[in-house]
């Protein structure tokens, strides 16, 4: 299960505070995702990357940042304008544009935020 | 705007029996369509995937149909065993193979 972290694996953080989700892969995987998972309702994305220093709204980026800085990075901030943060949050990553049209993505360990 | 839709959300079994899972896209520019089993309390992981020039790919138990012209597709789990017991959510990707839409899950139950 090595090759994309994700850190903390729990989180607690008061309503109305930004909070940054870490991920980070080696396996030098060009594209990198966002999503949140509820419960009935599959994964939904949030953001992706398919370079450094680039990114793409998903269908739910509302009251979400990101940056890509680092091709190993893609840190997610949930923020105070998130109406309903808490949720488990996946990072995942894939090989991106090097390899054949739409790739397998790996994902990272989840992390889970409580906002209280 | 782009949707996948899977279909049945729980399906129980009897070890030994096939269990069938039904996913259709909206977007006809799909064009590769991953299946993600997720075990309770671990990450997603790819059991098999289909690209859209091809109609049926099997991996021992495990196959997957595809009919573009009626957007949906299937997996198929013959000989189901206990530890086929997980949530298996079908997706599809656009834009180039980059942003993924993923059905709402099927939870599976394969009783002993």
């Known amino acids: 299960d090595g090759g994309i972290t994700q850190s903390p694996k729990y989180l607690f953080r008061k309503e109305g505070q930004n909070v940054t989700l870490s991920c980070e892969q080696n396996?030098?995987?060009?594209?990198m995702y966002w999503y949140r998972q509820d419960p009935g309702q599959g994964l939904r994305l949030i953001y992706y990357?398919?370079?450094?220093?680039?990114?793409q709204k998903g269908d739910i980026a509302e009251g979400y940042s990101v940056s890509r800085e680092k091709k190993e990075s893609f840190p997610l901030t949930v923020t105070s304008a998130q109406k309903n943060p808490t949720a488990f949050y996946l990072c995942?990553?894939?090989?991106?544009?090097?390899?054949?049209?739409?790739?397998?993505?790996?994902f990272g360990p989840g992390t889970r935020l409580t906002v209280l | 705007g782009e949707n996948v839709e899977q279909h049945p959300s729980t399906l129980s079994v009897q070890e030994g029996d096939s269990a069938v899972i039904k996913c259709t896209y909206s977007?006809?520019?799909?064009?590769?369509f991953p299946w993600y089993k997720q075990e309770l309390g671990k990450r997603p992981q790819l059991i098999i995937d289909i690209r859209s020039n091809v109609g049926e790919k099997k991996d021992q138990r495990i196959a997957v149909t595809l009919n573009k012209t009626a957007k949906h597709f299937s997996l198929h789990i013959t000989e189901t065993q206990p530890e086929d017991s997980a949530v298996y959510f079908c997706a599809a990707s656009l834009s180039g193979g980059f942003k993924t839409i993923f059905g709402a899950g099927t939870r599976l139950f394969v009783k002993a």
């Open positions: 995942a990553s894939s090989i991106g544009k090097r390899g054949p049209l739409g790739n397998e993505q790996f």
């Open positions: 396996l030098n995987h060009d594209a």
């Open positions: 977007d006809s520019a799909s064009n590769y």
């Open positions: 990357s398919q370079i450094v220093n680039d990114f």
